[in-house]
């Protein structure tokens, strides 16, 4: 299968159908869920008909998939998956940054590693502008990830959600990275 990146832990390589029961798994733990939709059961149907089809997109503009499955290197074992996907699909200026990760995989360094290696290659080989990312305000782990990865708040927003979660009242967040501030940064 081909590597589309490696880090001292972590190989992230395109997903496969083959991969639909580790997802189902990833998905069906409510506490990995509990900031997307409050933790609620998944479907394995609606892994294999949306959450899978989404995973397995080819962005024409940068020539790769916007997610990609992580494993850890020394083991093979399935983590989650990283999200680094162009906002149009025409240009790959904007990307947003995203993870989920199995809960074995949490409090291990695992998310940082992958989301600053990733923002590394999409300035140095892909054309990314401008790294952003979003998690719910009370989503406090997840905004330490993306500090620890270099991005700043931005701002804070409220979200159209068709079924309120706990802590959506308190909004969203937004953090970002330009290819300037990395720049000067490095």
């Given at each position: 299968m081909p590597?589309?990146l490696?880090?001292?832990?972590?190989?992230?390589?395109p997903?496969?159908?083959?991969?639909?029961?580790?997802?189902?798994?990833?998905?069906?733990?409510?506490?990995?869920?509990?900031?997307?939709n409050?933790?609620?059961?998944?479907?394995?149907e609606?892994?294999?008909?949306r959450?899978l089809p989404?995973?397995?997109h080819?962005?024409?503009?940068?020539?790769?998939?916007?997610?990609?499955?992580?494993?850890?290197k020394?083991?093979?074992?399935?983590l989650?998956w990283?999200?680094?996907?162009?906002?149009?699909?025409?240009?790959?200026?904007?990307?947003?940054?995203?993870?989920?990760?199995?809960?074995?995989?949490?409090?291990?360094?695992?998310?940082t590693?992958?989301?600053?290696?990733l923002?590394?290659?999409g300035?140095t080989?892909?054309?990314?502008?401008r790294?952003?990312?979003?998690?719910?305000?009370?989503?406090?782990?997840?905004?330490?990830?993306?500090?620890?990865?270099?991005?700043?708040?931005?701002?804070?927003?409220?979200?159209?959600?068709?079924?309120?979660?706990?802590?959506?009242?308190?909004g969203?967040v937004?953090?970002?990275?330009?290819?300037?501030?990395?720049?000067?940064?490095?």
């Amino acid at each position: 299968m081909p590597v589309f990146l490696e880090t001292e832990r972590l190989v992230l390589r395109p997903f496969t159908e083959a991969d639909t029961d580790r997802l189902f798994a990833l998905d069906d733990d409510p506490e990995v869920m509990r900031f997307i939709n409050g933790g609620a059961p998944a479907s394995l149907e609606t892994v294999r008909t949306r959450v899978l089809p989404r995973l397995l997109h080819d962005y024409p503009c940068s020539g790769t998939r916007g997610f990609w499955a992580a494993e850890e290197k020394a083991t093979g074992a399935f983590l989650g998956w990283f999200e680094f996907r162009p906002l149009d699909e025409h240009s790959p200026a904007v990307v947003e940054l995203g993870y989920r990760l199995n809960r074995t995989a949490w409090g291990k360094g695992y998310a940082t590693e992958g989301s600053r290696e990733l923002i590394d290659k999409g300035f140095t080989e892909l054309g990314v502008e401008r790294v952003t990312a979003n998690t719910m305000t009370v989503n406090t782990r997840s905004r330490r990830v993306m500090e620890k990865s270099g991005l700043s708040f931005l701002r804070n927003f409220t979200g159209d959600w068709p079924d309120a979660i706990p802590g959506s009242e308190h909004g969203e967040v937004e953090y970002e990275l330009t290819r300037a501030v990395w720049e000067r940064r490095r």
